[in-house]
């Protein structure tokens, strides 16, 4: 009932709340990103982040660095961080983090997929797979060769085998079918973890509902922009939206007949918390939006740390994070490629 978890909540989750709560406390501040974006070299970006969080997985790495070790490093933090609390959390905590975890099993797919289709080599593509996203029988993804063998072959073991319902076609993988495929996943997960944080209920539902929502609203627009000038026909577009969000329904309805960049910015300026966003942007420019969604979502995880008893803090501390390791990489490429200009063009200040 809402209101009244502070009676129980501690019982099984306060602990893992207290630590995720430390994790967050371990995030890098504006002064940290002002000193490495100053960084002339990787060996001064490791000599930086040596202080922070991130000093017991670079400490053992030899000079020269790369940007793929220092990314690689950070990730293995944030897995083992993910993988602690997996193993201290009961029931339905446990499974609201194996939720967290669906969404890179999804992005791991599409890439063996996607790899495959291409001629490239498995194991290299397994290397590049991100770890919270891993499955036994993933390897097996490149015997595949339309969507029907994709699920009977492998994926009916997994669970994603539930989303699976929606794409199961016998068409042959091609890079259309595959990103297809991989946005009528993501809406079936989307719509069932928003439907598991609802029958939870109480401030879980109350907060993960407005991340979810943001979520889903974020990915309408990205679908809309990127099939702008394809053949994806309108009602196709349509079903790749999620069936909830501030957009949905009547948003929606727009955002599937748009023609181009602009009509989609007239289409979200008429909903308020996204007016911010593209006020922003100039008339016909799409190249920022990612950045201007990125910083809402920050706003918006980093306030769901306001509130107490709830799941929410896991699922924000884990986005965080892997927004905190886009940020390292590309301070990172910046300063490897000697592009220190551009080092301010895409990292997203936490706090």
């Not at 940020?327 to 301010?344: A, D, F, G, P």
């Amino acid at each position: 009932m809402y209101g009244f978890e502070a009676l129980t909540f501690n019982i099984h989750s306060g602990y893992l709340e207290a630590i995720v709560r430390g994790h967050r406390s371990g995030l890098l501040t504006a002064a940290d990103y002002n000193n490495l974006c100053q960084c002339e070299t990787l060996d001064d970006i490791k000599m930086h982040l040596s202080a922070t969080e991130y000093g017991p997985y670079l400490q053992n790495e030899p000079s020269p660095l790369h940007t793929t070790t220092i990314v690689e490093k950070c990730t293995v933090k944030l897995v083992d961080e993910f993988n602690h609390m997996l193993c201290q959390a009961t029931e339905p905590l446990s499974t609201f983090l194996e939720y967290i975890r669906y969404g890179h099993m999804i992005d791991n797919v599409v890439l063996i997929v996607t790899g495959t289709l291409h001629e490239r080599d498995v194991q290299e593509l397994l290397e590049k797979c991100h770890p919270l996203g891993m499955f036994d029988s993933i390897a097996s993804l490149a015997v595949a060769q339309n969507m029907r063998e994709l699920y009977r072959l492998v994926l009916v073991d997994t669970p994603l085998a539930p989303y699976f319902s929606e794409c199961i076609t016998s068409e042959d993988l091609d890079d259309m079918n595959i990103e297809i495929m991989r946005n009528t996943l993501y809406k079936a997960y989307l719509e069932d973890f928003y439907r598991f944080c609802q029958k939870l209920g109480g401030a879980t539902a109350e907060i993960m509902s407005d991340l979810l929502s943001f979520e889903a609203d974020r990915r309408a627009v990205n679908i809309t922009i990127n099939s702008i000038g394809t053949e994806l026909t309108r009602d196709d577009r349509r079903k790749l939206y999620s069936n909830f969000g501030l957009l949905y329904p009547y948003g929606h309805e727009e955002l599937a007949i748009c023609e181009d960049i602009d009509q989609v910015r007239g289409v979200m300026e008429k909903y308020p918390p996204y007016q911010s966003i593209f006020s922003k942007l100039a008339y016909g420019e799409s190249q920022m939006l990612d950045k201007a969604f990125y910083e809402e979502e920050v706003k918006r995880l980093c306030l769901s740390f306001e509130q107490q008893f709830h799941y929410g803090v896991f699922f924000s501390y884990i986005r965080l994070r892997e927004q905190e390791i886009r940020n390292l990489m590309w301070i990172s490429e910046c300063v490897s490629q000697n592009q220190k200009t551009r080092v301010h063009d895409s990292v997203v200040f936490i706090f």
